[in-house]
T-cell receptor, first 116, second 111 residues
Framework: DSGVTQTPKHLITATGQRVTLRCSPR?????VYWYQQSLDQGLQFLIQ???????AKGNILERFSAQQFPDLHSELNLSSLELGDSALYFC???????????????FGNGTRLTVT | TQLLEQSPQFLSIQEGENLTVYCNSS?????LQWYRQEPGEGPVLLVT?????EVKKLKRLTFQFGDARKDSSLHITAAQPGDTGLYLC???????????FGTGTKLQVIP
């Protein structure tokens, strides 16, 4: 158990709809990362938050947005959904501190989004 | 943008065989991590290497960080079906900066 909780586990929705994915990071971790993984592909970085503030942005579509709340949980909002948005969405958390090397990422088990 | 290329992309071998997976970049990383992902689950960290030339062993898995800290390899000895999964390398510049994930190597070990 990584300590990272993602809900819901599965989500089936129609094109044009909006959904919210939720992530609770591991206790003590200040950074939250969101990744998208399409079938049999690698992880595409979407966005990173550190202690409530956006830290880095990847190839995140304008239809997607995220935020990290004061209690450090994070939500990823996906709107105007398209068939191509069907994928696994992973949240990861990390201790991230001032260091010469990167802290390990601890991943949740993902939310499988199916857009029909 | 730091890019990490992994090879091979797919690997299907018989139980008991040895294999090596490579992770290459033109960028220098302060550290490099290896993860394994099983179907339906999130990636799980296997190891972090931080020093150029460093070699780390985890049972039958041997990880090496290149001298110039631009590449890494993962060698599995006597592969077992339980080694089946997607292997991902990830590198970063350190501190609060985000890590970049490699393209992944999908390994299937046939009993």
């Amino acid at each position: 158990d990584s300590g990272v909780t993602q809900t819901p586990k599965h989500l089936i929705t129609a094109t044009g709809q909006r959904v919210t994915l939720r992530c609770s990071p591991r206790s003590g971790d200040l950074s939250v990362y969101w990744y998208q993984q399409s079938l049999d592909q690698g992880l595409q970085f979407l966005i990173q938050y550190y202690n409530g503030e956006e830290r880095a942005k990847g190839n995140i579509l304008e239809r997607f947005s995220a935020q990290q709340f004061p209690d450090l949980h994070s939500e990823l909002n996906l709107s105007s959904l398209e068939l191509g948005d069907s994928a696994l969405y992973f949240c990861a958390s990390s201790r991230d501190r001032q260091s010469s090397y990167n802290s390990p990422l601890h991943f949740g088990n993902g939310t499988r989004l199916t857009v029909t | 943008t730091q890019l990490l290329e992994q090879s091979p992309q797919f690997l299907s071998i018989q139980e008991g065989e040895n294999l090596t997976v490579y992770c290459n970049s033109s960028s220098v990383f302060s550290s490099l991590q290896w993860y394994r992902q099983e179907p339906g689950e999130g990636p799980v960290l296997l190891v972090t290497v931080v020093t150029g030339g460093e070699v780390k062993k985890l049972k039958r898995l041997t990880f090496q960080f290149g001298d110039a800290r631009k590449d890494s390899s993962l060698h599995i000895t006597a592969a077992q079906p339980g080694d089946t999964g997607l292997y991902l390398c990830a590198g970063g510049p350190g501190g609060y900066q985000k890590v970049t994930f490699g393209t992944g190597t999908k390994l299937q070990v046939i009993p």
